[in-house]
DNA sequence: GCAAAAGTGTTGGAAATACACCCATGT
DNA sequence: ACATGGGTGTATTTCCAACACTTTTGC
């Protein structure tokens, strides 16, 4: 059990690495997804009952272990198409969680997924299922660490869907400025102000009107954009922007 | 060697997860860390040569296997400890990396940490070793994916110390503006106006002028500061920082 | 016609940028 | 005295924040 680990890991011969594997180093390696949603302009994030009985009746992200045929990505993509029926959806690596005991049934390492959907374009995939769509901000006292691992994909994604166009994975192709703004208003708990709000929007050239309008709405309906994906790609992203702490 | 992977693994009673972990999950664990200083006005990057056959004559970055009965942060900073000496230093997880042949011993997951230290106040404990710092600019060909792991980190480091105040980690505790600046230089790979420079960092008022100059300077000795972390730790973060992408 | 949200411009202040000269020190 | 980098101020521009009224539709 005791294995000397002044060695460094590159200077171990392969026999070496082995036999630490099957002895000092058994940790399994989970994926745990957390899946966003946006609905009722709220920012919703896909559960499911844990049946542990230690954490009976709490709520519970969507993982799995990892198999050593597969790739990390593999394995969120994999976790996602079992839960959604989809596999074209923004998915992305957020970071690991290795406490000791976080998980009770051994030392399980976890590495965090974040994946952003449309709500109404999976809702019948996961009808029948027990899983459930929950309120983020009302969340408290999951199962496992995952409150924790919930909250730093919340900061995570107001951080991100600042400086990337992340938000549009969570809303129809086609979408009204006001839903859009009540998307970042929600995700980043902030208010912000409409024509300040178009006017940057507008601004990056990167809306496409594709001059259509909502319909069934009580009042005059707005218009609809696409995000240009293909535009933004070729935008070049600057490596500079200001420092400011 | 087939599992139903269909099942949540919070389905799972811990018997089954037992199992599979001793058969379909076996797989390794490892951290490395991204060591960065800063000297001769360039970002190094503290590397070995490797020893495998494979990669023989290329650069490596310090890793090890993770024990099973310590924490991925307590790996990293064990690792730290082992080739600078250091304890106290800055030390961050990036991400990992899990592609399935990136190592030739079998399934090994890393676990990317990125650490900051002053090379001077170090170099002492390195002397002996096989260790180099490297400059990061002409790097490349490393061995297994650590150029991969490099790329990021560096990019990480990039877009990091303009938000976080890491870049006095590199510094010696007394500085003068010319080698801030420097360091920012370098990392970013721009050039910046010495003046507006200046004004930026006095007006975030977290430069302490403790009244010392440069010594063994050839021409009129800059002032020395002190980055004051006590009154930037009680700032109050901001969440909102503009939409712009 | 009324309720409800869409749509639209201007202005003032703050911050970022660009830019050039004198100063202190070592040799 | 001279070479080297230290230190400073101002004018311009750009970006962000604040703010109110008219328009269109459904009921």
Redesign the interface.
Known sequence: MT?D??K????KD?KT??H??EN???????VDCVIFGFDENELKVLL?K???KKFEGKW?L????????????EAAY?ILK?RTGMDDVYLE?V??F???NRH??????T?AYCSLINIQHHELKILDNELHWHRVVTLSEM?FDHQKILDVCHEWL??R?????LGFSLLPQKFSLRELQNL?EAI???KLDRRNFRK??FS?ELLEDINEFETDVPHRPGKLYRFNYDK?QKKERK???????
Chains 1, 2 share one sequence.
Do not use: C
């Open positions: 294995v680990t002044s460094r890991s590159d200077k392969i690495i082995l630490q594997l000092d180093a058994v940790i399994g390696i989970s499911i844990s049946d542990l519970s969507l993982g799995d272990l990892v198999n050593n045929h597969e790739d990390l990505d994999r079992e690596q970071r690991s290795g406490e000791l009770p049934a051994g030392r399980i390492v590495i199962a107001q951080r869907i600042q400086e990337h166009p970042y980043l708990d902030v940057k929007f990056m933004y490596k500079w922007f200001g420092i400011d702490f």
